[in-house]
């Protein structure tokens, strides 16, 4: 019965799981911890060799459960940006045009410049094999950039001489002026140190003499120190668009001073940290990602009535369940913020244990519940746990698990999500519910999802499952999957985020006290 799987590990000798190519990891090694704002919590996670996915676990209520309520799909680099370039020649300091597919301006650091004796200059240096970006930004009256490595350019193998110039370089033209971050690159198989020069390479035709940097990056992973901004340090000299981290908000300079003694606290906007004005955003300029999901529960919602009286209950969304206790252990150890220079806790794995209260709306309890939340490279688990301690509780169902997707990346339109496909039952297309706001597709008997996506030129795989724990003394006859394909009903020339879900869903049941109900759900992240 598929209701009695507890893990991918409890299968029948010989027998393939449904949909398998979904739940195979992708090759990622670490998982990492980090403050958020207003006391949440950001989990990292690498999916595949330099990528990871960001969850974002608010605490809006810090008398309740954590609620998984966003996930970052990202591309670590480690970022060399303008501060640590050496520079000379004749540059222009100025702030770029914004931060690409985060769809946020925080008008970062970047320089310009037309004169062919202009020269950027930074070493980079990582012991693992990496390859090599040019961050820039697109100029109508753009030109061609030229990249050497220790003094030639023998390394250079991603670019050619794109218009017998002599040398290889690239184009930084574009149709219109000031388009948002590009990032180019220009060698691969790199090892250890090396000096890069940046240089104008002349005029392009179309295009111009003009070139604006904004970085350089190499492949990064989450232990490298530079694939996020710094911590902000107290009276310290910052040119304008300098950017910083400081307690899970990432902020931009708004002028070349010196920082205060006491770090920003603002979450939106822009404020004082008493010597020098900050712009606050939620997400950092770098590295480049795609939010590929919104604001929605993960873990587990429910609805039950006691003598007819209706209650919905699940994290910061539905409430009516209350913290006792919550651990956080980063390889077995007690977590302790801020471990690296960007600020992250890298291990290799995640365990998160909240012991919660579930209430009535008019009052009482009906047991109390232990949510045990493990992540592991590539995967997010959760295990929950309920005892009758209450009044018997008439469900009408539980959501044992829940996918949020979106099928545009909120800013650009690019397709992030594509297909769902949940085992034993035709895919899902999600363009073919364009504009369309369609009724439950139920497929019965399905506890297993797979999601198809795009994200940086490179397939993404979702792969989701809901079981019953063991411990259970409910049994479900089975778990259904409820597909929402287009919940708003937009449409490709509408509205960018256009939202689905995907729910495991159980029947009805009735639960009592000395009544166990454990159940399962199970995420795997991978970028192929």
Same mark, same amino acid.
């Given at each position: 019965?598929?209701?009695?799987?507890?893990?991918?590990?409890?299968?029948?000798?010989?027998?393939?799981?449904?949909?398998? /190519?979904?739940?195979?990891?992708?090759?990622?090694?670490?998982?990492?911890?980090?403050?958020?704002?207003?006391?949440?919590?950001?989990?990292?996670?690498?999916?595949?060799?330099?990528?990871?996915?960001? $969850?974002?676990?608010?605490?809006?209520?810090?008398?309740?459960?954590?609620?998984?309520?966003?996930?970052?799909?990202?591309?670590?680099?480690?970022?060399?940006?303008?501060?640590?370039?050496?520079?000379?020649?004749?540059?222009?300091?100025?702030?770029?045009?914004?931060?690409?597919?985060?769809?946020?301006?925080?008008?970062?650091?970047?320089?310009?410049?037309?004169?062919?004796?202009?020269?950027?200059?930074?070493?980079?240096?990582?012991?693992?094999?990496?390859?090599?970006?040019?961050?820039?930004?697109?100029?109508?009256?753009?030109?061609?950039?030229?990249?050497?490595?220790?003094?030639?350019?023998?390394?250079?193998?991603?670019?050619?001489?794109?218009?017998?110039?002599?040398?290889?370089?690239?184009?930084?033209?574009?149709?219109?002026?000031?388009?948002?971050?590009?990032?180019?690159?220009?060698?691969?198989?790199?090892?250890?140190?090396?000096?890069?020069?940046?240089?104008?390479?002349?005029?392009?035709?179309?295009?111009?003499?003009?070139?604006?940097?904004?970085?350089?990056?190499?492949?990064?992973?989450?232990?490298?120190?530079?694939?996020?901004?710094?911590?902000?340090?107290?009276?310290?000299?910052?040119?304008?668009?300098?950017?910083?981290?400081?307690?899970?908000?990432?902020?931009?300079?708004?002028? %070349?001073?010196?920082?205060?003694?006491?770090?920003?606290?603002?979450?939106?906007?822009?404020?004082?940290?008493?010597?020098?004005?900050?712009?606050?955003?939620?997400?950092?300029?770098?590295?480049?990602?795609?939010?590929?999901?919104?604001?929605?529960?993960?873990?587990?919602? /429910?609805?039950?009535?006691?003598?007819?009286?209706?209650?919905?209950?699940?994290?910061?969304?539905?409430?009516?369940?209350?913290?006792?206790?919550?651990?956080?252990?980063?390889?077995?150890?007690?977590?302790?913020?801020?471990?690296?220079?960007?600020?992250?806790?890298?291990?290799?794995?995640?365990?998160? %244990?909240?012991?919660?209260?579930?209430?009535?709306?008019?009052?009482?309890?009906?047991?109390?519940?232990?949510?045990?939340?493990?992540?592991?490279?590539?995967?997010?688990?959760?295990?929950?746990?309920?005892?009758?301690? &209450?009044?018997?509780?008439?469900?009408?169902?539980?959501?044992?698990?829940?996918?949020?997707?979106?099928?545009?990346?909120?800013?650009?339109?690019?397709?992030?999500?594509?297909?769902?496909?949940?085992?034993?039952?035709?895919?899902?297309?999600?363009?073919?519910?364009?504009?369309?706001?369609?009724?439950?597709?139920?497929?019965?008997?399905?506890?297993?999802?797979?999601?198809?996506?795009?994200?940086?030129?490179?397939?993404?795989?979702? &792969?989701?499952? /809901?079981?019953? $724990?063991?411990?259970?003394?409910?049994?479900?006859?089975?778990?259904?999957?409820?597909?929402?394909?287009?919940?708003?009903?937009?449409?490709?020339?509408?509205?960018?985020?256009?939202?689905?879900?995907?729910?495991?869903?159980?029947?009805?049941?009735?639960?009592?006290?000395?009544? %166990?109900?454990?159940?399962?759900?199970?995420?795997?992240?991978?970028?192929?």
């Amino acid at each position: 019965m598929i209701g009695l799987e507890i893990s991918p590990g409890y299968t029948r000798a010989g027998r393939p799981q449904p949909l398998a /190519a979904f739940f195979a990891p992708g090759g990622g090694q670490r998982v990492a911890l980090a403050d958020g704002p207003s006391g949440s919590l950001s989990v990292w996670t690498e999916v595949a060799p330099h990528f990871a996915a960001c $969850l974002r676990l608010d605490a809006n209520d810090p008398g309740t459960r954590f609620s998984w309520r966003e996930t970052l799909m990202m591309e670590l680099r480690n970022i060399y940006t303008v501060a640590d370039l050496q520079l000379s020649g004749a540059w222009s300091q100025l702030q770029s045009s914004g931060s690409g597919l985060q769809a946020s301006y925080t008008g970062n650091r970047a320089i310009s410049t037309s004169s062919a004796a202009a020269r950027a200059d930074v070493t980079v240096v990582r012991e693992q094999a990496y390859d090599l970006w040019i961050y820039y930004t697109g100029r109508t009256n753009g030109g061609y950039c030229r990249v050497d490595i220790d003094g030639s350019q023998s390394l250079v193998n991603e670019i050619d001489d794109p218009e017998t110039l002599g040398f290889k370089a690239f184009s930084t033209y574009a149709s219109s002026d000031l388009t948002r971050r590009q990032a180019v690159k220009v060698a691969s198989g790199l090892t250890g140190r090396h000096d890069i020069s940046v240089t104008n390479g002349g005029t392009a035709t179309p295009g111009g003499n003009a070139i604006m940097i904004e970085a350089v990056a190499i492949s990064g992973s989450l232990d490298d120190d530079r694939i996020l901004p710094p911590p902000w340090a107290p009276q310290t000299d910052y040119a304008m668009g300098d950017e910083v981290q400081h307690g899970g908000v990432f902020y931009t300079a708004r002028a %070349t001073a010196s920082s205060g003694t006491t770090g920003p606290t603002h979450l939106g906007g822009i404020a004082s940290d008493g010597a020098m004005d900050w712009r606050a955003d939620n997400r950092p300029t770098y590295p480049a990602f795609v939010a590929i999901d919104y604001a929605s529960e993960r873990e587990y919602a /429910a609805e039950f009535a006691v003598d007819d009286n209706t209650t919905d209950l699940g994290g910061q969304t539905h409430g009516n369940e209350s913290l006792i206790s919550r651990s956080i252990n980063l390889d077995g150890v007690e977590w302790v913020p801020g471990q690296n220079m960007s600020s992250l806790s890298v291990g290799r794995q995640i365990s998160v %244990t909240e012991n919660t209260t579930w209430h009535r709306s008019e009052g009482g309890d009906i047991g109390e519940c232990q949510l045990k939340r493990t992540i592991d490279p590539g995967e997010i688990r959760h295990d929950v746990t309920l005892i009758g301690t &209450g009044a018997t509780a008439d469900f009408a169902w539980i959501y044992a698990g829940m996918v949020p997707l979106v099928r545009w990346d909120g800013e650009t339109k690019s397709d992030v999500f594509t297909t769902v496909e949940a085992a034993g039952h035709p895919s899902v297309v999600l363009d073919d519910h364009n504009g369309v706001n369609p009724a439950n597709i139920v497929c019965e008997g399905a506890s297993r999802v797979g999601l198809t996506g795009q994200f940086s030129g490179n397939v993404m795989t979702y &792969g989701h499952e /809901a079981g019953t $724990l063991p411990v259970s003394t409910v049994v479900f006859d089975q778990f259904d999957t409820i597909l929402r394909p287009n919940i708003n009903a937009s449409s490709a020339s509408g509205a960018n985020d256009w939202m689905a879900k995907a729910y495991a869903s159980t029947g009805a049941f009735q639960f009592s006290t000395g009544d %166990t109900l454990g159940f399962f759900n199970r995420h795997v992240l991978s970028v192929k």
